[in-house]
């Protein structure tokens, strides 16, 4: 999920910058076709891929905490006790 956050970040970024700057500020003539509801899909796209991104990074974290715990034991002891049980008496 990473990787694909990756990828549109990188591909819808720009495009969006490029239409926003264009409409916004340079009065372009293509990015002034752009509607509203247009930006806003491009906006979405744009949080959609950093939220992929962030789950990626979460998917990391969670490997790398398993990989570490795969080897712990189930339980420590703490302190061994000398006390000798009824059998070892006899």
């Known amino acids: 999920m990473g990787y694909l956050g ?10 969006g910058l490029c239409v926003m700057l264009g409409k916004y500020v340079f009065d372009w003539t293509y990015a002034v076709s ?3 509801p247009a930006q806003l899909a491009l906006l979405i796209a744009f949080l959609i891929g950093i939220v992929l991104c962030s789950l990626g990074l979460v998917a990391l974290y969670i490997a790398h905490i398993h990989n570490e715990v795969l ?3 189930l339980y420590i002891i703490r302190r061994e006790s000398n006390k000798m049980n009824t059998h070892d008496q006899i």
Not at 6 to 15: A, K, M, R, V, Y
């Open 6 to 15: 990756i990828f549109i970040i990188l591909t819808i970024g720009p495009f």
């Open 34 to 36: 752009f509607s509203g």
């Open 71 to 73: 080897g712990r034991p």
